[in-house]
């Protein structure tokens, strides 16, 4: 097997199933959560939104551990920044104003679109120079 064999295998993101199931369904949800207002109140959605980006900054964070691959090891950090954001707005603890967690959810979601473009000029694994 060789060296680029074994970091497709140890990739997360190289499986559909796993794409699906670790960074669609989390995705899907936070599409879903713009259809809640009637029934959960702003702090809520809030609080669901910090906990799917923490659970996709955390399988992202995973994977480039794994593998190494320059697309997680960018929107890794970046979901958990995220979701650090939104819990400090979600508890009291910060306030960016009436559109702030929307700003920090597409600014989140900016920096993941551009970790694809780096990932697709700088190729998809990492490597150290030598």
């Given at each position: 097997m060789s060296n680029a064999e074994a970091t497709n295998k140890r990739d997360l993101a190289a499986n559909r199933l796993h794409r699906i199931l670790i960074w669609g369904v989390p995705?899907?949800?936070?599409i879903g959560?713009?259809?809640t207002?009637?029934?959960l109140q702003p702090n809520e959605r809030v609080e669901i939104?910090?906990?799917?980006f923490l659970w996709m900054g955390a399988a992202c964070s995973?994977?480039?551990l794994r593998c190494r691959r320059l697309h997680c090891m960018i929107a890794g950090p970046a979901f958990l920044i995220g979701a650090a954001l939104l819990a400090m707005v979600?508890?009291?603890l910060a306030d960016f104003g009436k559109h702030g967690p929307s700003v920090i959810?597409?600014?989140t979601f900016g920096v993941v679109a551009g970790s694809f473009i780096a990932e697709r000029i700088a190729g998809k694994y990492w490597r150290r120079p030598a």
């Open positions: 995705f899907a949800a936070l959560l713009n259809f207002a009637e029934l939104a910090a906990v799917l995973l994977n480039a979600a508890f009291g959810i597409w600014v």
